[in-house]
């Protein structure tokens, strides 16, 4: 046998021991004869939690608390519930509901009146092994009101499995259906509340928050309910969370009990939290809501918990009023045709109890003091909108609904059974039913998904004290404002409680201290930005080709700079290579048609066509300089111009090396010449040349990537320069090296034939362009180890094409000047005078 079952044989053992043959025992406070009875557990009287009836075996004496009026306005609602159950024909016709509801003066007493609603009519609980043909006093129980109540109770009824509808108990212990399997309830569970209050707080802007909760089990559950939820959430800190002390019975705190109190209140006037979130039964706070008034504290949001939230008795406080804006979260308001009058209408019962002998000695249906409390709070529970009630009526009903299915109810009779109460929590579980205009059922937990109301108090004579102004829906998990809170502020202006203020646009958070909601802001660089979907903490840089300004929340596509056509610089460069183009083609023309002449032969022969045409093509393949670089025209210039370019230099070398071989080495190492002639030297010598600048150019490209990048401007960071990779420059550099030897060699081979006959003197105007190539070249590599970006392209393109221009101009165009203008020097006779005159000078 576990603790649970001996500890539930014992209590039963108590009772069995407590009844003596003929002796009744005071049990129910209210009771109406039926044909099948509902339990109620109300708290009529109010007792903060007390141990002292233990140190006696005696039921407690409730009548010797003070009145709880809300416990009264609940128990109404139930009688109202079942008589109005009585005179309706359509729902258990023929069938009469009774009840029987006792007082469990809040949390004292809760043991015996679930013994006794499981005990027979005539208090006698025997003790089987088999309950499923027992047949208790009644056959489902409604109640209590708070959880601790009501997981006492159920820890009872559940072993029977007894039905129990608790309408205020919140506490999420209650969902778990393998401990509790008979619990059901009218009231969405503290989840439900604690989201609310999160989304309100949310609402409005509050993320710096003071949470009180009471020393029982109430207030330790919901505030660690609410401290994992704002952990999960990670945008609500709290300042600080204090205990606040239950008072006696008598209701005086002792003088621990005032130090702590004292030590809250002076924390609430120096904190800079202007929000207090309590979770408090409803009779701990009267003591504290009156030392808040004596400290004169004000100013304050305070958000109540639903134990309180339209508690009519701390509402008489008017004073509060001065403290803050109170708002709380409740049940949502249906309002109950009828019942206001029906709560204190003054009748007698007309049915006697049904086997009982001898008359009750308690207030029963004639509760001067509860009637005459309960009509002085009257107008004030009426405004109110009877929230609490709806959860007790719409209890009795799912009793009666599912009652009238088991008992194969039709319009006009029922077949009147034994229920037994194990059966009849089946039918109550999967009750469907339309009340008030709200349809009922109860979810996987045993809740009914009821609207929740944010509601605010009112002090304005005449006007609902507690005025809703949001909806929360546990299904949607969503709280909507429907109504504008009258703040207890200059001008009516949303109360401010954060740790920190809000950040500008485009401001990080930097944390200080220990607490997220405390922060500095500072602002985010340019280059980056800040992405409040993702991280308020950190400043995210911007794509490569983005840019953001300070401060900025987003990042921006840059200007894109580039070459373009309508640039002064392209235009200029570009009516150059046109130039160059069209002379090149004018002086290829000219050579092909003076080709056998002896000056196209001094000029090199077909090797001038070797230069020529990678001249024309060079200047055609100007354009791959202008526009956005791709793959292709990044290839273009760091493959094509320097081959072209090389080919022609190597030409120029050879023919330099040639001229000078004929007339001054000839004679001296014919063997040698001969050699050079035979196997076509300078075509070999080009080809060489030829192949070892493609390995180079193709062995820079292989080893470093060649696609086009984008680099800031250093001078404007909002500008993205495209160009080719960094290894176009560093290829550039070193092709330019072995261009620079082969203008070094054909300008040394120039130099040593300047006195060689005039038409085969050619020193001039290849020392004049091998000199314009050396220095374009040294003058472009010191431009681009000094600047950047698109002055680099323009440079590099102009001294592409001036070299050209040099070798096209400079020399072919002295060549194509004599063919054209002293066709008498183009003969083999001129030619061979000068070599003759050459050779009698040398002699």
Avoid at 167 to 186: E, G, H, Q, V
Wanted: glycine share 4%; charged share 15%; with cysteine.
């Amino acid at each position: 046998m576990g603790p649970r079952a001996r500890t539930l044989h014992l209590l039963l053992l108590l009772l069995h021991a407590l009844t003596k043959p003929g002796e009744l025992i005071e049990n129910s406070d209210f009771h109406l004869a039926g044909d099948y009875l509902l339990g109620g557990l109300f708290s009529l009287h109010a007792n903060v939690k007390s141990i002292s009836h233990l140190s006696y075996l005696q039921v407690p004496r409730c009548n010797e608390f003070e009145l709880k009026v809300l416990g009264y306005n609940l128990m109404q609602a139930m009688r109202f519930a079942v008589e109005e159950i009585n005179n309706c024909s359509s729902l258990l016709p023929g069938v009469l509901l009774g009840y029987e509801m006792v007082d469990v003066c809040y949390l004292s007493n809760n043991i015996h009146p679930g013994l006794y609603f499981l005990a027979q009519e005539d208090d006698f609980f025997p003790i089987l092994k088999d309950y499923s043909s027992y047949m208790p006093h009644v056959v489902a129980v409604i109640g209590p009101d708070n959880s601790e109540s009501a997981i006492t109770v159920s820890n009872i009824l559940s072993h029977f499995l007894m039905p129990q509808i608790t309408y205020s108990a919140i506490s999420d212990k209650l969902r778990d259906k393998r401990r509790f399997p008979a619990m059901l309830r009218t009231v969405p569970s503290a989840t439900h509340h604690v989201e609310a209050m999160v989304q309100l707080m949310g609402l409005f802007r509050w993320n710096w928050i003071v949470v009180l909760v009471s020393n029982d089990e109430y207030g330790r559950e919901n505030g660690q309910l609410l401290t994992q939820r704002l952990i999960t959430t990670g945008e609500i800190c709290i300042a600080f969370q204090e205990v606040i002390p239950v008072p006696e019975p008598s209701q005086v705190l002792g003088p621990e009990d005032q130090i702590q109190v004292n030590n809250i209140l002076e924390k609430l006037r120096w904190t800079t939290a202007r929000v207090v979130v309590v979770f408090s039964p409803e009779l701990a706070l009267n003591i504290f809501f009156q030392e808040v008034l004596r400290w004169n504290i004000t100013d304050l949001v305070w958000i109540a918990s639903e134990s309180w939230s339209i508690d009519p008795v701390l509402h008489n406080l008017k004073d509060l009023r001065h403290t803050g804006t109170f708002l709380g979260i409740t049940i949502q308001k249906v309002s109950i045709p009828g019942f206001s009058k029906f709560r204190v209408r003054y009748t007698k019962p007309e049915r006697p109890m049904s086997n009982k002998t001898n008359p009750r000695a308690t207030c029963n249906q004639d509760c001067d003091a509860c009637l005459n409390t309960t009509e002085f709070y009257n107008d004030a529970l009426i405004l109110s909108g009877e929230r609490v009630v709806y959860g007790v009526y719409s209890a009795v009903y799912a009793v009666a609904h599912a009652l009238h299915r088991f008992l194969q109810c039709n319009q006009v009779r029922c077949t009147k059974e034994t229920v037994y109460p194990w059966k009849l929590l089946r039918e109550i579980r999967n009750v469907s039913f339309t009340l008030l205009g709200n349809r009922l059922f109860f979810d996987d937990h045993g809740d009914m998904p009821m609207l929740l109301d944010v509601i605010q108090w009112r002090w304005d004579d005449g006007q609902n004290p507690f005025e809703s102004v949001a909806s929360y829906s546990p299904t949607h998990k969503r709280l909507t404002y429907i109504n504008n809170v009258s703040w207890h502020t200059p001008n009516n202006m949303i109360p401010v409680s954060m740790c920190s203020k809000s950040c500008q646009p485009g401001q990080r958070k930097k944390p200080v201290g220990l607490h997220p909601c405390c922060f500095e802001c500072m602002d985010c660089p340019p280059g980056t930005y800040l992405n409040l979907s993702t991280d308020e903490f950190n400043c995210l840089p911007c794509p490569g080709s983005m840019w953001s300004h300070k401060n900025n929340m987003a990042c921006f596509k840059r200007r894109l700079s580039f070459l373009e056509w309508n640039e002064v610089p392209t235009i200029v460069v570009t009516i150059l290579a046109a130039l160059g183009f069209f002379s090149t083609l004018a002086i290829l023309l000219v050579f092909w048609r003076h080709f056998q002449t002896p000056m196209v032969r001094s000029a090199g022969g077909a090797m001038c066509f070797l230069m020529l045409v990678p001249l024309l093509l060079a200047f055609v393949m100007v354009p791959v300089y202008v526009g956005p670089p791709t793959v292709l025209t990044c290839l273009c210039r760091q493959a094509f111009f320097t081959v072209c370019f090389s080919i022609c230099l190597s030409c120029i070398a050879v023919r330099s090396f040639q001229i000078v071989c004929v007339f001054k080495m000839a004679r001296r190492l014919p063997r040698a010449y001969g050699f050079w002639v035979r196997y076509h030297g300078p075509y070999v010598f080009v080809a060489s040349i030829t192949a070892i600048k493609v390995a180079l150019v193709a062995s820079n490209m292989l080893t470093t990537t060649i696609n086009p990048i984008g680099r800031t401007d250093p001078e404007d960071p909002n500008i993205m320069i495209l160009s080719c990779h960094p290894n176009y420059r560093n290829g550039l550099l070193f092709n330019t090296s072995m261009d620079l030897l082969l203008s070094v060699m054909g300008f040394s081979f120039a130099y040593m034939g300047k006195e060689l006959p005039t038409n085969y003197n050619e020193a001039k105007f290849i020392t004049l362009s091998m000199t314009f190539s050396f220095t374009s070249s040294i003058s472009l590599c010191t431009f681009m180890s000094v600047h950047d970006g698109v002055l680099v392209t323009i440079m590099d393109l102009l001294v592409t094409v001036l070299n050209f221009l040099a070798i096209s101009l400079g020399y072919f165009g002295p060549k194509c000047y004599m063919i054209l203008f002293y066709p008498e020097r183009n003969t083999p006779a001129y030619f061979n005078s000068m070599i003759q005159g050459y050779t009698m000078r040398k002699n």
